[in-house]
T-cell receptor, first 113, second 108 residues
Framework: NAGVTQTPKFQVLKTGQSMTLQCAQD?????MYWYRQDPGMGLRLIYY???????DKGEVPNGYNVSRLNKREFSLRLESAAPSQTSVYFC????????????FGAGTRLSVL | RKEVEQDPGPFNVPEGATVAFNCTYS??????FFWYRQDCRKEPKLLMS???SGNEDGRFTAQLNRASQYISLLIRDSKLSDSATYLC?????????FGTGTSLTVIP
């Protein structure tokens, strides 16, 4: 059982380049999330998807787009990368019920030069 | 006002010490509460859920006070392997809100 899988693990981009971060979960979870983590800021929500076919903005959505491709997959796209998007990106998923625990992928370390 | 606030530390304690972390949250409608552990350059992992009745898992005890909107984590008999950042997490509706984390270093 792989849990939450993110690709790539590392990426270096030049300003203005685009890329898509991939996330897949095999736990049959209905909700999926994208966060960024910066020093001293904690995890901040970029976008989330409460169920297949729905997406909603989080705290810091500007400069990003998402696609909930199916129940398993939730991708994050940077259309025109900026140095301010240098960060560690985490994907997470959870099954909304009483316990409601989030499980995280290993993260993507992105540098935008 | 931040949804979740916690003391960033750092806490540097000797092996065997007892250490307590505190966290406050702003939304009284929050439903679920957690402590996560994050090792350097790794993803957050669930340490324990937090209940109003208090819960214990070995050397770790978590407590929730809904009236004061306050969450705590107590670590007894600290081990070197407890060195990490501890994140306070609050679930409100469809979203999870994270504190900035409290850094713990256990010293030999």
């Amino acid at each position: 059982n792989a849990g939450v899988t993110q690709t790539p693990k590392f990426q270096v981009l030049k300003t203005g380049q685009s890329m898509t971060l991939q996330c897949a979960q095999d736990m049959n979870h209905n909700s999926m999330y994208w966060y960024r983590q910066d020093p001293g800021m904690g995890l901040r929500l970029i976008y989330y998807s409460a169920s297949e076919g729905t997406t909603d903005k989080g705290e810091v959505p500007n400069g990003y787009n998402v696609s909930r491709l199916n129940k398993r997959e939730f991708s994050l796209r940077l259309e025109s990368a900026a140095p301010s998007q240098t960060s560690v990106y985490f994907c997470a998923s959870n099954l909304v019920r009483e316990e409601n625990i989030q499980y995280f992928g290993a993260g993507t370390r992105l540098s935008v030069l | 006002r931040k949804e979740v606030e916690q003391d960033p530390g750092p806490f540097n304690v000797p092996e065997g010490a007892t250490v307590a972390f505190n966290c406050t949250y702003s939304n009284s409608a929050s439903q679920s509460f957690f402590w996560y552990r994050q090792d350097c350059r790794k993803e957050p992992k669930l340490l324990m859920s937090v209940y109003s009745s208090g819960n214990e898992d070995g050397r770790f005890t978590a407590q929730l006070n809904r009236a004061s909107q306050y969450i705590s984590l107590l670590i007894r008999d600290s081990k070197l392997s407890d060195s990490a950042t501890y994140l306070c997490v609050v679930n409100t509706g469809n979203q999870f809100y994270f504190g900035t984390g409290t850094s713990l270093t256990v010293i030999p």
